[in-house]
């Protein structure tokens, strides 16, 4: 009998996909099915980056591209991380890859070996744990919940540090509960890295520009730790182009190096016509990134406001992205008829097949208390999923 490899039995398949899918047969079928479940943004993307694109074609842009990206879009990102967040590099420290997520595994499989630890906090994006084991290394998971607003402290950091950690993925605005750390609190965590030189940072940053309470802190900016930190972004979020699939790093030169050479044996450089327009992106107008973001913070309002008189719901403010993660444990053991909600997973079922809402159990996130509502759709859209998650919620008992 064929068997598929260890590294692959390993793996836990993607809830929010397989969410997503499952939506998708739905409205197959007919059902009128609400999607809260994608994490991505509803708008198209703007128009200035699509001429882009189609000039790269019409210029004949259609060859392979450089590992590492084109020079022009990495000294565009150079720019961009000087001008937005006061960081400064060098080009050959940025490495464009097919999306942010191929840019975070590339460090993971480039720094981490068995036995090699990886500190995360939870609730925690489904992939980072799933990346860990890839690389054949070890999660330690630090569990934050809603009363602390989802963010590890620096005592929790320290007392997790053990000599064989190796690595801290932080992302902030987080997926999935749309926390965002202040300059403060990231300091307390580097006050406490700059003790142990041998921790790198990966900072995930992809909802930067979501962002409610201000500029955007990054981990990168603190002198002591400045040279551990791989920051990593992309154009998914911030300028509607989940479908572009590029997203880079900006790291020490060694890891910069490090993640070039495994690229170019496994997918090579990234399309080149979707650098092209990542180039406008970064280069160009910006009102759209602020436009998208006002929209964000309305629907935010909005799901808060409908959420928070709901019984047995534990909602807190994000501060960005585009999430809502409320706490729904109240909610476990009760039952509709002969169905009985065991866990995150039942519940959230139970809303796709009776109220018609997807959404996302916290279980895959590293938080089973808690589910995942995506606000990344329109506002008549979700008035109308939550009028649905409350009257299926109110017929449990």
């Known amino acids: 009998m064929t068997q598929v490899s260890d590294r692959l039995e390993r793996l836990s398949p993607s809830e929010t996909l397989a969410m997503s899918q499952k939506s998708q047969e739905l409205k197959a079928?007919?059902?009128?099915?609400?999607?809260?479940?994608?994490?991505?943004?509803?708008?198209?993307?703007?128009?200035?980056?699509?001429?882009?694109?189609?000039?790269?074609?019409?210029?004949?842009?259609?060859?392979?591209?450089?590992?590492?990206?084109?020079?022009d879009l990495r000294n565009a990102i150079v720019e961009k991380?000087?001008?937005?967040?006061?960081?400064?590099?060098?080009?050959?420290?940025?490495?464009?890859?097919?999306?942010?997520?191929?840019?975070?595994?590339?460090?993971?499989?480039?720094?981490?070996?068995?036995?090699?630890?990886?500190?995360?906090?939870?609730?925690?994006?489904?992939?980072?744990?799933?990346m860990v084991k890839l690389a054949e290394g070890t999660n330690v998971i630090i569990?934050?919940?809603?009363?602390?607003?989802?963010?590890?402290?620096?005592?929790?950091?320290e007392a997790a540090i053990t000599p064989k950690t190796k690595a801290l993925i932080l992302c902030s605005p987080s997926n999935p509960t749309g926390s965002v750390y202040s300059k403060e609190e990231l300091k307390g965590l580097a006050d406490v890295l700059s003790r142990y030189p041998n921790?790198?940072?990966?900072?995930?940053?992809?909802?930067?520009h979501i962002n409610y309470v201000g500029a955007h802190q990054s981990i990168a900016q603190f002198e002591s730790i400045k040279d551990r930190v791989v920051v990593i972004n992309g154009v998914s979020k911030a300028y509607a182009?989940?479908?572009?699939?590029?997203?880079?790093?900006?790291?020490?030169?060694?890891?910069?190096?490090?993640?070039?050479?495994?690229?170019?044996?496994?997918?090579?450089?990234?399309?080149?016509?979707?650098?092209?327009?990542?180039?406008?992106?970064?280069?160009?107008?910006?009102?759209?990134?602020?436009?998208?973001?006002?929209?964000?913070?309305?629907?935010?309002?909005?799901?808060?406001?409908?959420?928070?008189?709901?019984p047995g719901l534990q909602i807190n403010i994000p501060q960005g992205a585009f999430y809502l993660f409320p706490k729904v444990s109240a909610y476990y053991g009760k039952s509709a008829g002969d169905r009985k909600i065991n866990d995150a997973a039942d519940l959230a079922m139970y809303l796709l097949e009776v109220g018609h809402v997807a959404t996302v159990g916290g279980?895959?996130?590293?938080?089973?208390?808690?589910?995942?509502?995506?606000?990344?759709?329109?506002?008549?859209?979700?008035?109308?999923?939550?009028?649905?998650?409350?009257?299926a919620l109110a017929e449990l008992s």
Not at 148 to 154: A, E
Not at 254 to 271: D, F, H
Not at 278 to 292: E, I, L, N, Y
Request: charged letters at 25%; aromatic letters at 10%.
């Open 363 to 391: 279980t895959a996130f590293g938080a089973p208390e808690y589910l995942r509502l995506s606000y990344a759709t329109s506002d008549e859209n979700l008035v109308e999923a939550i009028r649905r998650i409350r009257k």
């Open 199 to 208: 921790i790198i940072v990966l900072a995930d940053e992809i909802y930067e």
């Open 29 to 71: 079928q007919g059902v009128d099915v609400i999607n809260l479940s994608v994490g991505e943004p509803d708008f198209f993307t703007p128009d200035h980056i699509k001429e882009a694109a189609k000039k790269a074609i019409d210029d004949n842009f259609s060859f392979y591209s450089p590992v590492p990206g084109y020079m």
């Open 143 to 157: 569990p934050a919940g809603i009363e602390q607003d989802f963010k590890i402290t620096p005592a929790q950091l």
């Open 81 to 130: 991380l000087k001008k937005e967040n006061n960081l400064e590099y060098t080009a050959d420290r940025i490495i464009v890859s097919n999306g942010a997520k191929q840019s975070v595994c590339n460090v993971l499989l480039s720094i981490i070996g068995p036995g090699d630890e990886v500190i995360i906090p939870a609730p925690y994006w489904v992939s980072y744990v799933e």
């Open 241 to 310: 182009m989940t479908g572009w699939r590029i997203g880079f790093i900006a790291a020490p030169l060694w890891i910069a190096k490090a993640c070039n050479k495994l690229q170019g044996q496994y997918t090579s450089g990234a399309s080149s016509i979707a650098q092209k327009a990542s180039v406008a992106a970064f280069t160009g107008d910006q009102t759209c990134v602020k436009t998208m973001r006002e929209a964000f913070l309305r629907r935010r309002d909005l799901v808060v406001e409908l959420c928070k008189d709901i």
